[in-house]
């Protein structure tokens, strides 16, 4: 009934989180900036992994008794108009280069935007999404001060 369970959990980052960011990496993994359109198609494929990885193996938080399934992304990105209107408003107050590009320092503002309409808690509101949500963005380089380049 929930978007994504808490990637701080150590079993939900190695068999949910990690190989969906892996599989739609790829050899792309290692450049620093990225165009909107880019990021939007990159990060659409992540989502789609997650909940299809969470599809296949359900996880029920004890604590919270939420058991997050990836319906809450699955549900906003199996309908494109609702998926670009969120992406689309999660980037709008984005600053750019003059080449349109977003430096990777605004991510987390974008990730902020779009973590309600994906199940996910605000930055801020569980630690250890938190925590998975920094490891995350460390090892993408999000806090390098580059532009995320067009081919990400």
């Not at 998926?83 to 990730?111: E, F, M, W």
Request: include cysteine.
């Amino acid at each position: 009934d929930q978007g994504l369970p808490p990637t701080a959990d150590s079993w939900v980052w190695s068999n949910i989180v990690e190989p969906a960011l892996e599989a739609c990496m790829g050899e792309n993994k290692d450049q620093v900036g990225v165009s909107q359109e880019a990021f939007l198609v990159e990060l659409k494929k992540v989502l789609e992994n997650i909940a299809e990885r969470l599809k296949e193996k359900p996880v029920i938080v004890a604590h919270s008794e939420n058991t997050y399934d990836g319906s809450a992304i699955k549900n906003l990105l199996s309908n494109k108009f609702e998926t670009d209107k969120v992406l689309n408003s999660a980037l709008q107050d984005v600053p750019r280069d003059n080449h349109g590009r977003i430096s990777k320092d605004y991510l987390r503002v974008a990730l902020d935007t779009l973590a309600p309409n994906a199940g996910l808690p605000p930055y801020g509101a569980v630690d250890e999404m938190d925590k998975v949500t920094d490891d995350a963005f460390k090892m993408v380089g999000a806090d390098d001060r580059k532009l995320v380049k067009e081919e990400e």
